[in-house]
């Protein structure tokens, strides 16, 4: 008895430590919206948000080992409530109810256009190279305009990445498949028919919605291929635990910074890098 007592003694100081507490704004009008962030963001022995309508000001418990601050506040975005660090998607917003339709604060463009113009600068310092890794690798293509269509989800512009799904198809029904090793060659056959199947269906639609639904098989085919392809610069394999309803969905970047195709500028940074392919 007393071995359990001391046990229940040492668990509890430790989960006390392991508590943290923050104060963090998020977004909402009234007391419908007070019962849904606080019951988006509990959860038992986990985390408990304590919300105020009238400061707009969330106080948020959470056991660090089992949980964080970001992690609750996506959950409390999927519910459709905005906050320093998340902002929901649109539809789930335009879905709530009236009285809950709060005045949204300006969003991640600015995070936005600073990553198009990183890319415009990675685009330019990679050019030279690009004709030289053609010829090298016949999946070279490819694997650009995988990137040009993940590029474009970013964005969240389904008509960008409407017409860079076209390019990334006639790519990779142009590869030579007799110029490849024999491990790429074997992986390539694999993949190929699902592979055109989720390009054919990106760009058989405009709807960015839709089109996320085909990059998450997309992506993991295209991981498949660039495990055994030669890349000239590192890959990183990035996941987002939030997308396709909670399932999680991964894709491939050139940049280790998270920008994530499944939600754009409202959860640009959700994710993490893990893997990086050399």
């Given at each position: 008895m007393a071995i359990s007592v001391l046990l229940s003694f040492v668990a509890g100081s430790a989960q006390r430590e392991n508590l943290k507490s923050e104060s963090v704004k998020i977004y909402g009008n009234c007391a419908m919206c007070e019962k849904t962030i606080e019951k988006a963001g509990n959860l038992n022995n986990e985390a408990k948000v304590d919300w105020d309508k009238d400061?707009?000001?969330?106080?948020?418990?959470?056991?660090?080992?089992?949980?964080?601050?970001?992690?609750?506040?996506?959950?409390?975005?999927?519910?459709?409530?905005?906050?320093?660090?998340?902002?929901?998607?649109?539809?789930?917003?335009?879905?709530?109810?009236?009285?809950?339709?709060?005045?949204?604060?300006?969003?991640?463009?600015?995070?936005?256009?600073?990553?198009?113009?990183?890319?415009?600068a990675e685009h330019s310092q990679h050019g030279a190279m690009a004709q030289e890794y053609q010829s090298k690798n016949p999946l070279a293509g490819v694997i650009e305009h995988y990137f040009s269509v993940k590029d474009a989800l970013v964005s969240t512009d389904g008509s960008l990445a409407y017409n860079k799904a076209e390019i990334l198809l006639k790519s990779a029904t142009e590869v030579e498949m007799d110029k490849l090793p024999m491990e790429v060659h074997m992986t390539w056959m694999k993949v190929l028919k699902d592979l055109k199947a989720d390009i054919g269906n990106i760009a058989a639609t405009k709807d960015v919605g839709e089109q996320r639904v085909y990059f998450k098989s997309l992506s993991k085919n295209m991981f498949e291929v660039i495990k055994v392809s030669k890349s000239e610069t590192p890959v990183y394999y990035q996941f987002c635990p939030m997308a396709d309803g909670g399932k999680g969905a991964n894709w491939l970047s050139l940049e280790e910074d998270i920008r994530n195709p499944y939600y754009g500028s409202q959860m640009l940074s959700c994710g993490k890098t893990i893997e990086t392919i050399k």
């Open positions: 400061t707009k000001m969330a106080i948020i418990s959470f056991d660090s080992l089992a949980t964080s601050k970001e992690e609750i506040l996506k959950r409390i975005a999927l519910a459709g409530y905005d906050s320093e660090l998340f902002f929901a998607p649109e539809d789930t917003y335009a879905n709530l109810p009236e009285c809950c339709q709060y005045e949204r604060a300006k969003n991640d463009s600015h995070n936005m256009e600073a990553h198009k113009k990183k890319k415009t």
